[in-house]
């Protein structure tokens, strides 16, 4: 059982920057692929980011892929998501989620264990 916590949401003006952050429970946290997902109002989950367990291999989504940059530390069970050059659409709810295997996928079906999300405004 793994227990995902996002942090670091909040409101940013368009342009700006945030780092999300995403502490995982559990010893076996090296096992498993991480991803970064995002949901809008009216529109469904889209893979944003996702890393293997290694932290080795990363994906992006060709919407933030430039602006985005996902990454690890399997020594603190953290998992990170650093956002720069944001725009009104990455307006979303941002999630966590673990995957027990180890490559990654942008297939939402695919991961085992959701956080409980972390919002992210960008004004214009």
């Known amino acids: 059982q793994v227990q995902l916590v996002e942090s670091g949401g909040g409101l940013v003006q368009a342009g700006g920057s945030l780092r999300l952050s995403c502490a995982a429970s559990?010893?076996?946290?090296?096992?498993?692929?991480m991803g970064w997902f995002r949901q809008a109002p009216g529109k469904g989950r889209e893979s944003v980011a996702s890393i293997s367990a290694s932290g080795e291999i990363t994906g992006y989504s060709a919407s933030v892929k430039g602006r985005f940059t996902i990454s690890r530390d399997n020594a603190k069970n953290t998992v990170f998501l650093q956002m720069n050059s944001l725009k009104p659409e990455d307006t979303a709810i941002y999630y966590c989620a673990a995957k027990s295997t180890r490559g990654i996928t942008t297939s939402a079906p695919s991961y085992d264990y959701w956080g409980q999300g972390t919002q992210i405004t960008v004004s214009s």
């Open positions: 559990g010893r076996t946290f090296s096992s498993y692929a």
